[in-house]
């Protein structure tokens, strides 16, 4: 683990400005979150199958399975995020 060294004077500034990253992302995932599961309602499948699929090239090209794609892999990295946003240490 990587240690930071900042002024006592940052730290205030630092946790506000963590806080509110958390807060930030926290409605960014349930935005994608329902995103996700209206496309598992309409087609009928969770995300995960989805991705399975649509890797290994068994529903073609549709614009809406790039877009499905795309609010998937924005929901991980947003969820990735916030777990390195709570393993922080102020």
């Known amino acids: 683990m990587q240690k930071i060294l900042v002024q006592d004077e940052a730290v205030t500034?630092?946790?506000?400005g963590v806080a509110l990253k958390g807060k930030i992302l926290a409605a960014k995932a349930e935005n994608y979150a329902g995103r996700l599961?209206?496309?598992e309602k309409k087609h009928g499948m969770k995300s995960r199958d989805f991705m399975l699929k649509f890797r290994n090239g068994k529903?073609?090209?549709?614009?809406?399975?790039?877009d499905w794609l795309f609010v998937y892999e924005?929901?991980?990295?947003i969820n990735g995020q916030k777990k390195?946003?709570?393993?922080?240490t102020l």
């Open 59 to 66: 529903l073609g090209d549709s614009e809406e399975w790039f």
């Open 13 to 16: 500034l630092l946790k506000s």
């Open 74 to 77: 924005a929901y991980t990295k």
């Open 84 to 88: 390195i946003l709570k393993s922080l």
């Open 37 to 39: 599961k209206a496309f």
